[in-house]
């Protein structure tokens, strides 16, 4: 008889087989970490099923069962392995394995080329981010397969990590989106990710199995995996048991039953794990702390006392927390909860309730910020809406008026506030991704099976904080687990995450040099501040003492109220709140449509309230709501790309057509290689710029998942021209940019340099004989050179070109080129003169050429137009910053065309108070990490206010709204918050 066990990391498989490989028993469960102890279960039912058993050949194998195996001294056989074996045993058809697990996942392409892909220690779009995903949408893991059946929309959602998804869910569950359509949505993020992450570009086609957990119990998953890969795949009989198979298979070695309950016991109590010192060192300590920590204390009052309130409300990302204010700025009262992704639910429910319980006191005025803010405003009528890091900085000016720092980490995002003399100074916001904030908490007290408020108090007295490092939260389910395998008590683990919450903040938001850099006056807030081990361990990293006030968790709500009774104060007019007969007619439905008005065609989310009012979200462009086209007369982004589509066009071409794929510097030398290929007889056709299509028609052909999304969109540009007959395309490597005598170099980043490399070697079809695909490399800094090494690309395919044509054409390219810059730079100083003479406030909006491109930039441009601000491109500006000003300036080496750019620009904003610069930064650019550190000393230095958003494939534009309006507001610019 052979036995296999899978232990994996959430659950465990035992296969019992004969000799003739008949499955006789099998089990499949969750072990929520406590290995040893369904270990014994397991045996012991495995006894009683056959109790004449004494020995069997035994294997341990899945990604928690090595260090048990080598601790009892038995056979280990690796899961890949493993799962090879038993699908060559069972299938020898297949030609590939696609395998969700609890936290990992793989890809095995068998046959003579046999690979195996896996997940490295990221669990994003696996069995565990299913479950966050769940958890967030407050239901079940078996409910996500029947929602997802009644999907009639989908949205784009980020699965390399739960965190990330959930910065992306939450605004579209405050917004009102179905949640069967996000769970669609969801499926297919995980889909997409196993797709590009594990596969890397390499084709998967022929039989498909489908294996694991997730892709058993749901056949949506499946169907998602089908549609992406165009292939119909199959979920065997015993899919949950391949690997536990495949181990017993394998196993040679005898061994004693009866004696493995012992071995187990012995190695679950043999382990250690890394720890810090306790946050208290005892009862007293924390009693002081307690005690000091009670100063900051908000004046309270009764609202069956007051006349006349202000209601603050702040709609977050994961709860609803609202503030009663009396004019005297006195607490009458307050709510907090989760929002169970409905806050209108909530906040009726609140409002209600309040008119019942106190007809007496009458709302004069109400704000709301926070991401639901927009529908929460719509929906109930609130008067005033205010972006919520100028909600945050009121309230805590409203307790120390001499703060200069501020700390607010919330659910799903985290502010730093920096305060000059009284106003915002700098504001320092997490980027998508919400590691390191209470949902970070709250998550792990979840899968561990306690409230948020019990796990804090369970780490108070712990005394061997689980070291854990700052890591993101799917990323540290591994080292969670494995501290509980290592013997971790809850406490532990609870402590050693407070402590890594604010290592997350500290050293990858603030990165402060030193504590002096902070603040004297620090006030922290938010609820995650109300944990005691998140606060504790704040001033223990930084050796500061620092406020928090008994309101912690309210102060967005505090600091919304307090604005509301100061814009009553200043201009005292009747409120817009829905009264409470309004709230008994109350109704609010939520469908989900496509916008057709123009090539986004966004996702918009319909909210339909009584009397037939509605709010419309998921809009990038007024169009939904005025059927009007946006005017772009301050936009130079537009009007770039204008200036790229009306380039002449030869439409008498003597030798055929060249597609060029338009991405990366192309969207700076098209008109360059327009120019260039239409003199040499070719008609010029580019891929689209406008079609959101693009990157799912080549995703299957990216090799690697942490590239640069603008170069993720070439494998679809390229994919497009194929599928329009091409057999031309012209898309050269490029080590040197334009050389604009502004640097010591004039590199392009190696991303952009040498990707046509990388076209070539991961899409079969520009291998193919009939396909002609001209990726030589070429350089703009010589003629000479130029021409030749065109006449020699061309010449293997077009051997009657001659020199003397190339160089007529490079010359007509050269003045092409010319032109079209001299345009740019024109039409970007007449939008600054006209700002200038309309008093609008100019944003440079700063990047590479290619962030121009509206899937890219997801119409952030736009965003910042409709709040009445004028924009430029660098390009537009750098060029009033001599080579000699900016050199003497630096304090990094100055190289890269792209890089001097922004540069200059930045030092140019900084001399001019009516301009402002924004950073737009792909995830994953390396070049960027140096660029965004130099440009943000530059204007810091002058006192300007730096602010960065970094893009990829997610097109939720939250987390960037957040940050223009912040900038504005602190910027003292215009009152933005009624818009």
């Not at 462009?621 to 059927?627: D, G, K, N, W």
């Amino acid at each position: 008889m052979q036995i296999g066990l899978d232990i994996g990391s959430t659950t465990i498989k035992i296969a019992v087989m004969d000799d003739a490989g008949t499955l006789l028993f099998h089990k499949y469960e969750r072990h929520y970490s406590q290995i040893a102890a369904k270990l014994l279960a397991l045996h012991k039912e495995l006894m009683t099923k056959f109790p004449t058993l004494r020995s069997a050949r035994l294997a341990i194998s899945g990604s928690a069962g090595i260090g048990l195996a080598d601790a009892c001294g038995l056979q280990f056989v690796q899961e890949v392995f493993a799962e090879k074996i038993c699908t060559e045993k069972l299938h020898p058809e297949a030609d590939a394995v696609i395998e969700l697990g609890g936290e990992d996942a793989k890809i095995l392409f068998l046959g003579r080329h046999f690979d195996a892909r896996m997940n490295d220690s990221c669990a994003g779009g696996t069995g565990a981010f299913i479950d966050q995903m769940a958890s967030l949408l407050n239901v079940e893991t078996p409910e996500m397969n029947e929602l997802a059946q009644k999907a009639k929309n989908s949205y784009t959602i980020a699965s390399r990590c739960g965190v990330f998804a959930k910065s992306d869910i939450q605004p579209l569950l405050n917004q009102g989106a179905e949640k069967s359509d996000l769970a669609a949505s969801i499926f297919h993020a995980v889909a997409s990710q196993a797709v590009t992450g594990l596969a890397k570009g390499r084709p998967i086609e022929g039989n498909i199995l489908y294996l694991g957990g997730p892709l058993t119990f749901m056949s949506c998953l499946r169907d998602s995996f089908d549609d992406v890969l165009k292939i119909k795949g199959v979920c065997p009989e015993n899919s949950l048991y391949y690997v536990a198979m495949g181990a017993a298979f394998c196993a040679e070695h005898e061994v004693d039953l009866l004696t493995l309950p012992s071995q187990f016991a012995d190695a679950a109590a043999n382990h250690s794990f890394e720890h810090m010192p306790p946050l208290f060192k005892n009862e007293a300590e924390y009693a002081a702390f307690k005690e000091r920590h009670a100063r900051a204390s908000v004046p309270k009052s009764s609202p069956l006392t007051a006349k006349a309130a202000f209601i603050g409300i702040d709609s977050g990302s994961t709860t609803i927390k609202i503030a009663v204010l009396s004019p005297e700025g006195e607490l009458l009262d307050s709510f907090y909860q989760s929002n169970k992704g409905n806050p209108v639910v909530a906040v009726r429910s609140y409002l209600t309730d309040f008119y019942q319980k106190y007809p007496d006191c009458r709302l004069l005025a109400g704000a709301v910020t926070g991401y639901g803010e927009d529908l929460i405003r719509h929906a109930f009528g609130v008067d005033y809406g205010i972006v919520e890091t100028m909600a945050h900085f009121y309230a805590a000016q409203y307790l120390q008026p001499d703060v200069d720092f501020i700390l607010d980490i919330g659910g799903q995002d985290m502010k730093c506030l920096k305060i000059h003399n009284g106003a915002i100074d700098n504001i320092f916001l997490n980027e998508a991704c919400s590691s390191g904030c209470g949902s970070f908490l709250q998550t792990f007290a979840e899968i561990l099976g306690y409230s948020a408020e019990e796990f804090a108090k369970i780490g108070l007295m712990a005394d061997m904080p689980v070291d854990l490092g700052s890591r993101c939260t799917v990323f540290m389910n591994s080292s969670v687990k494995q501290a509980q395998k290592d013997g971790a008590s809850v406490a532990n683990i609870s402590a050693g995450l407070s402590i890594s919450i604010i290592k997350n903040a500290l050293y990858k938001v603030i990165r402060p040099s030193s504590k002096e850099a902070i603040g004297k006056h620090i006030v922290v807030q938010g609820g995650t501040f109300l944990n005691d081990c998140v606060l504790r361990a704040f001033e223990q990293e930084m050796g500061l003492e620092v406020v928090r006030p008994n309101i912690a968790g309210l102060m967005g709500a505090f600091g919304a109220a307090l604005y509301a009774l100061r814009r009553y104060n200043d201009k005292p007019q009747p409120t817009t709140l829905l009264s409470l007969a309004q709230l008994g007619e109350f109704v609010h439905t939520v469908k989900g449509m496509t916008c057709g008005l123009c090539n986004n065609h966004c996702h918009l989310t319909v909210n339909t309230f009584a009397g037939g009012k509605r709010f419309i979200s998921g809009n990038r462009c007024e169009r939904p709501i005025t059927h009007m086209a946006p005017r772009d007369d301050f936009n130079l982004y537009r009007k770039k790309l204008e200036l790229l589509k009306q380039l002449p066009v030869n439409e008498k071409p003597t030798r055929g057509t060249m597609g060029i794929p338009m991405g990366l510097n192309i969207y700076e030398l098209l008109p360059f290689w327009n120019g260039l290929l239409s003199q040499l007889g070719f008609k010029v056709v580019h891929s689209p710029i406008e079609d959101k299509t693009i990157y799912r028609r080549g995703q299957s052909t990216i090799p690697s998942d942490t590239v640069c999304y603008p170069a993720k969109l070439m494998h679809g540009h390229i994919k497009w021209l194929l599928e329009q007959g091409i057999t031309d395309i012209f898309y050269p490597c490029m080590t040197y940019n334009v050389d604009e005598n502004g640097t010591e170099n004039c590199y392009n980043c190696p991303v952009v340099a040498y990707y046509p490399e990388v076209l070539h070697a991961n899409m079969r079809e520009l291998t193919q004989a009939n396909i002609h695909f001209f990726f030589d490399y070429l350089g703009l800094l010589h003629k000479k050179v130029l021409i030749k090494h065109l006449h020699e690309m061309f010449s293997k395919v077009y051997p009657d070109i001659t020199k003397s044509q190339i160089k007529a054409a490079v010359e007509a390219a050269f003045k092409a080129y010319a032109a079209y810059e001299a345009q740019v730079k024109k039409l970007g100083q007449q939008i600054i003169t006209q700002a200038r003479e309309q008093h609008k406030p100019i944003v440079v909006l700063a990047g590479r050429p290619y962030h121009i491109d509206p899937k890219v930039n997801h119409s952030i441009d736009r965003l910042i137009t409709t709040m009445g601000a004028a924009l430029v491109s660098e390009d537009a500006v750098s060029s009033h910053i001599t080579p000699q000003e900016l050199q003497s300036d630096l304090h990094v080496l100055n190289q890269w065309t792209y890089h001097s750019r922004l540069y200059a620009a930045a030092k140019y904003v900084a001399e001019n108070p009516d301009m402002h610069m924004i950073q737009l930064v792909s995830f994953g650019c390396g070049c960027d990490a140096i660029t965004a550190d130099e440009c943000r000393r530059i204007l810091e230095e002058q006192g300007r206010i730096y602010t960065q958003i970094k893009i990829d494939d997610i097109d939720n534009l939250g987390a960037a709204k957040i940050r223009i309006r912040s900038l504005f507001s602190a910027a003292k610019l215009f009152d933005l918050d009624n818009n």
